[in-house]
DNA sequence: ACCTGAACACCGTTCAAGT
DNA sequence: ACCTGAACACCGTTCAAGT
C-alpha cells in the first residue's frame, strides 16, 4: 500500500491532454461534456473527474462555473468565419456571418443558448459585431441605420439558431405529448415542410430576404438615381 | 406548546392565496419568483416555502420540476393576444401576434428564456401556430409558402425577444468587462443608438420589414397583375 | 387525497492543508 | 503555483409515514 516504484499515475484524463492542467484543456473539455450531456449535465465535479483531478482544482484556472461558461462562448464565437473585407461584397460578407453564426448552434445545439442568452460584451464579441457594422458601413448606411440593421440581423442570427436547437432535439424535461392535428388543419397541412430536412432551405430563403431587405434600404438610402446594387 | 384554541395557521403564504394547494396558484407563485428572482432562483424548497408548505407537497400537483416549468411555459403563452379573425387583415393579425409575443419577454424577462430554448408542442402552443398559419393562408399562401414564413416569423419573434433580455439585463454570472472602445469605432459610432431606449423603435422597423416581405411575395404568389396589397 | 420528514445522491464554493 | 479533502449550504427526488 505504500510508494510502488512504478506505480501507474493515479490520474486519467479522458481527453488526450496531458501534463498540468491548462485554461485550453479545461474548456475543450468542457465544451465537448455541454456536447454530449447538455448544459445541465456540466458539474465542476464531473469536468474535474473527466480531466483526471478534483473539481477544486478548476477554480485556479477559472473563479467561478459562470465565469468558465463565459470562456465557453467565447471559445463558440471564434469558431465564427468572418471572411477579410478585401474577399468579398459587403453584403456577402453579412451572409457569411449569419451562416457561420448559426452553425454554431448546428454543431453545439446544447451550448448555443449561451450565446443566445447571456448577454455579453467581450472583446471576441466586439470583434464580431465590428465586423457586421463595418460590412454595413461599406454598403452605404449610417451609424443610425446600421444600428437598426445590426439588430435585424442579430434578430435572425440567433432566431435561427434558436430554432435549429428547439426543432432537432426532443426536450429531455419534458415527455413529448403531440396534440393530435385533428384540430389544427393548417399546422398538419404545414407540417410535412416545416420538419428538421427542410430548416437549411427555410434558412436560405430567409436569409436571401433580409439581405434582398438590405439592399433595398441601401438604394433607399442613396436615392433611387444612382443605386448600385452590383457592388454590394 | 399543545393546541391552542386559536392559533394562528402554522402556515403562511406570501401571495394572497390561500385553502389547499392548488396547480393555478402554484403556477402564479412560480412564475412571480422567476420574474424577482430568476430561473436558477427558483427551486422546489423555495416554492414550497413562499406558499407556506413542504417542497414534497409541490410533487403531489406537478410530477417534476421540469413538468411544472412546462406548465409555466403554457402561462406564458396564454399572455399572447390573438385577434379574432374578423377584426383584422390577415398580415395585422400577424403584426399583432409578433408583437404580443415580444410583449412576454419584455413583462417575464428571465422567463421567456423557458419559451425559447424549449421545444415545445402542446395544445397550447398548436393554437398559437393555428392562428399564424391561418393568417398566411387567407393572405394566399399555400402549404409550403407558409411554413416557410412561418419560420421567418417564428426566427423574428423569439430574435426580437431574446435581444430584449439580453440587452436589458446585466448577466449576474458575469462581472461585465466592458471593452475599450477604442479598437472598435464602428461600434462606438453604432452604440448610442443600440441602447435599451431605442429597442422599441429597431423592432417596430424590423417588423415592417418583415410584414412588406411578406406582403410582397403574397403579389408575386399571385402574379403581378391582380395583386392587392389593400386586403392584407 | 394531501401533506410531512427523513434520507439519498447530487450541486457550487470556501477554506485550510498539503507538495 | 497547483492541487487535495473535508466541510457548508444548498439542490431535485424517493419513499414511508402521517392525517
Redesign the pocket.
Known amino acids: 500500500m505504500g510508494s510502488t516504484p512504478d506505480a501507474l499515475p493515479s ?1 486519467r484524463r479522458t481527453d488526450a491532454v496531458r501534463g ?2 491548462s485554461r485550453e484543456a479545461i474548456l475543450s473539455t468542457a465544451l465537448s461534456q455541454i456536447d454530449a450531456n447538455g448544459l445541465d449535465g ?5 469536468l ?1 473527474a473527466a480531466l483526471g ?5 478548476l ?2 484556472h477559472f473563479p ?3 465565469e468558465l461558461l463565459g470562456a465557453v462562448m467565447e471559445r463558440l464565437l471564434a469558431e465564427v468565419s468572418l471572411p477579410p473585407r478585401g474577399l468579398l461584397p459587403p453584403l456577402e460578407r453579412l451572409r457569411c456571418f449569419v451562416r457561420s453564426y448559426r452553425q454554431i448552434a448546428v454543431r453545439h445545439p446544447h451550448a448555443f443558448v449561451l450565446l443566445a442568452v447571456r448577454r455579453f460584451s467581450t472583446v471576441a464579441a466586439f470583434e464580431v459585431y465590428e465586423y457586421v457594422l463595418d460590412a454595413l458601413a461599406e454598403a452605404g448606411f449610417d451609424a443610425v441605420q446600421s444600428a437598426r440593421l445590426f439588430r435585424l440581423i442579430g434578430y435572425y442570427a440567433s432566431g435561427a439558431g434558436l430554432a435549429e436547437i428547439a426543432n432537432r432535439a426532443p426536450d429531455p424535461h419534458r415527455p413529448d405529448t403531440f396534440p393530435s392535428l385533428q384540430r389544427f388543419p393548417r399546422v398538419a397541412a404545414a407540417a410535412r415542410y416545416l420538419r428538421a430536412g427542410n430548416q437549411d432551405a427555410v434558412f436560405e430563403f430567409g436569409l436571401d430576404v433580409l439581405l434582398d431587405e438590405i439592399r433595398r434600404q441601401a438604394r433607399v438610402g442613396k436615392g433611387a438615381r444612382n443605386a448600385g446594387p452590383a457592388e454590394l
Open positions: 490520474r498540468p492542467l456540466l458539474s465542476m465535479r464531473k474535474g483531478v478534483e473539481a477544486m482544482a477554480y485556479h467561478s462555473k459562470g
